[in-house]
Nanobody, 124 residues
Framework: QVQLVESGGGLVPPGGSLRLSCTAS????????MGWYRQAPGKARDMVAT???????KYADFVKGRFTISRDNAQKTVYLAMNSLKPEDTAVYYC??????????????????WGQGTQVTVSS
């Protein structure tokens, strides 16, 4: 059973910073792309940033220059450093990973997994 668990959300004033972490666990052979997405109330889930296992990154225009995604492949962890936060960054942030794992029958299983989400609130 593959699981992704996020941490690091919270309440921060405008202009502040937060660092989110997401760690994968379970019977994992390899993790390819990992990324962060966010969903504000009443809105669709948007891509924030993604990273390949080789470290190639992609960012949504609304976070370029403010957020940085990074990975520790050995620890199966992806991070999102968020600076210069704005009220419009308020959302539940989800991590996502393209994982190759092994099931109880010893077979390879390829899947896209999501974490449970962590709330980020930017408010004075």
């Amino acid at each position: 059973q593959v699981q992704l668990v996020e941490s690091g959300g919270g309440l921060v004033p405008p202009g502040g910073s937060l660092r989110l972490s997401c760690t994968a666990s379970g019977s994992i052979v390899r993790i390819d792309d990992m990324g962060w997405y966010r969903q504000a109330p009443g809105k669709a889930r948007d891509m924030v940033a993604t990273s390949t296992s080789a470290g190639m990154t992609k960012y949504a225009d609304f976070v370029k220059g403010r957020f940085t995604i990074s990975r520790d492949n050995a620890q199966k962890t992806v991070y999102l450093a968020m600076n210069s936060l704005k009220p419009e960054d308020t959302a539940v942030y989800y991590c996502n990973g393209d994982v190759i794992g092994i099931n109880d029958g010893g077979e390879y299983v390829v899947g896209k997994y999501w974490g449970q989400g962590t709330q980020v609130t930017v408010s004075s």
